[in-house]
């Protein structure tokens, strides 16, 4: 695909993606454009990046929950409060 070609498409794919129904990649897959060409588009068409949230496997999950209650922890700890999970 030439890159004017993937241009003349990016302000249809640039609606799909604000509304979460396409991603960066399949994008970049279709229009063979640069993710700025992305964000330029998506500004001159005042449209905004989607949030997503990132599926975590159990083991990436266990991890997160043992740091962020080790530092629940010593934060408690150092405040001198209880951590009410530990009862």
């Known amino acids: 695909m030439m890159a004017n070609e993937g241009l003349e498409n990016l302000p249809a794919f640039s609606q799909l993606d604000a509304v ?33 949230t990132a599926t975590k496997t159990p083991t990436q999950q266990a991890m997160f929950d043992s740091v962020l209650l080790a530092r629940a922890a010593k934060s408690n700890a150092a405040l001198g409060t209880h951590d009410r999970h530990s009862r």
Do not use: K, N, Y
């Open 20 to 52: 979460g129904e396409v991603g960066w990649r399949d994008i970049a897959e279709q229009t063979d454009t640069s993710f700025g060409d992305l964000l330029v588009e998506l500004g001159r068409q005042a449209l905004h990046l989607p949030t997503f």
